[in-house]
């Protein structure tokens, strides 16, 4: 396959985290450190393949930032001015007086801050019609549709320039401006920068870059960022609006996902239902846990995390499904062939299925569609239950031992594809699945996928 990068990491500054500290009476790089460590120890959790974890505290992603501050400096784009506004702490951003609802940000129902300072601002206006065209014509590919189409409207009449920096004054958490002790960055111009700052971008343009940014030139412009519906503008917007005046190439596509509801609603402190999901994962196994996210929560929409669909799709489909397929072809060939994988072809029909279940799987998953994608691996597992239940092998094995060979030779053909088809997906199933396989023609039973929870 090809070389694939992934990145994750945890953004750092900004007025939240600042705010958070002063009130534990602790530093911000405590609060930061905390933070990360739980991220780093999730993404271990539910076995995430990341090759790289950034933070935005980190020296090499400031030596960046602070790079492509001068970058976009140099063309003309930043400029000092008075700006007098709303500050919402939750967005991370000035607010409107019009977008308010009773006075709060109706996102985080806080009230937001009365601002009056003079900060750096970016040209972002500058470069809107340019994001209008990329957006319109999917050079900048926003998926789903619903969400390029609301990109298109926050551009609406134009998008405006925005305030880059805080004084040291009233924030001095964030990376300081270049050439400028008195100010600190503006916590979205320093957080996006992370996806190039993770690939040395800093190395890769310098004046001696001798062997450095190599990462750079192979990974950038990134094929996809996968992101959270509420950082659409700030990715889709001033992301884009810095890549354009730095004249660096633009990331292919912004992937956009909803939010996870607990039993139907938000999840709050106040409401009691937040999910830990290191509880879930420890119950039930990171299997189930991957394969509920994906299966049930549709990839582009908020989705819900309920206790009672939990239990009954694991075993509904993980316990009953694939766990008694791979159950039932492997112990049908212990039982009737000592567990040597019979010699025989595949059947037409057999084949047949595997080939549209993979057709379907991979078609999906270029669209990003994984709900799709996995349906297609359950939809053969299906298949192969409903495979045994017609052949009926138990019967076959009294009168025709040429058959019940060809129906366990079809029957390890599925598992194995499915193993294969599992693995991005539930990578420890799909390893115990297709290690099972024998390089001796051998199968050796694994320990039960999914054991079946009792009420
Ligand atoms: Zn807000």
Not at 9 to 33: Q, S
Not at 54 to 68: F, P
Not at 126 to 154: F, H, T, V, W
Not at 356 to 373: G, P
Request: aromatic letters at 10%.
């Amino acid at each position: 396959g090809d070389k694939v990068f992934f990145l994750t990491g945890t953004d750092e500054h900004g007025t939240k985290l600042f705010n958070m500290a002063k009130k534990e009476g602790i530093e911000p790089i405590e609060v930061a450190d905390r933070h990360a460590d739980r991220y780093k120890v999730l993404t271990g959790a539910l076995d995430i393949s990341n090759d790289d974890f950034i933070r935005t505290t980190e020296e090499r992603h400031k030596r960046g930032a602070q790079k492509l501050w001068l970058e976009l400096k140099a063309k003309g784009d930043i400029y000092k001015a008075k700006y007098a506004g709303l500050y919402c702490s939750g967005c991370e951003a000035y607010v409107l007086e019009k977008d308010l609802i009773d006075g709060k940000c109706p996102n985080h129902k806080i009230a937001p801050e009365y601002l009056e300072e003079e900060n750096y601002f970016f040209r972002l206006s500058k470069y809107s019609d340019k994001i209008r065209e990329l957006i319109e014509s999917d050079e900048l590919l926003i998926l789903p549709s619903a969400r390029k189409n609301e990109m298109l409207n926050i551009i609406g009449e134009g998008l405006t320039d925005v305030s880059f920096s805080r004084p040291k004054k009233s924030l001095p958490w964030g990376i300081d401006v270049p050439d400028d002790p008195n100010h600190v960055m503006y916590v979205w111009c320093d957080a996006l920068s992370n996806y190039i700052t993770a690939l040395d971008y800093e190395g890769a343009i310098g004046e001696e870059r001798g062997n450095r940014g190599a990462l750079f030139r192979q990974f950038w412009p990134a094929d996809v960022h996968l992101i959270g519906k509420d950082i659409l503008r700030f990715h889709a917007g001033i992301w884009i609006g810095m890549l354009l005046s730095a004249r660096l190439k633009i990331p292919r596509a912004i992937y956009v996902h909803g939010f996870i509801t607990s039993e139907g609603q938000k999840m709050s402190k106040t409401l009691g239902n937040v999910v830990d999901p290191f509880d879930v994962i420890s119950k039930y196994g990171v299997d189930a846990v991957r394969y509920y996210l994906i299966r049930e929560i549709p990839t582009t929409l908020d989705g819900d995390f309920s206790r009672a669909r939990f239990e009954t799709l694991y075993n509904t489909e993980l316990a009953n499904n694939f766990g008694n397929l791979v159950n039932r072809a492997f112990s049908m060939t212990e039982k009737y062939f000592a567990l040597k994988i019979p010699a025989g072809n595949v059947s037409v029909e057999c084949k047949k299925a595997i080939a549209y279940a993979k057709k379907t799987w991979s078609e999906n998953i270029e669209k990003f569609d994984l709900k799709a994608a996995i349906e297609a691996a359950l939809a053969l597992s299906d298949f192969g239950n409903r495979y045994v239940e017609e052949k009926k092998p138990w019967k076959l094995a009294k009168e025709n031992t040429e058959s019940l060979k060809n129906v366990i030779v079809d029957l390890l053909e599925i598992v194995k594809n499915l193993g294969e088809m599992l693995k991005i997906f539930m990578p420890k199933t799909a390893d115990k699945i297709l290690s099972a396989f024998q390089t001796d023609g051998m199968i050796k039973i694994p320990s039960v996928l999914f054991p079946k929870l009792r009420p």
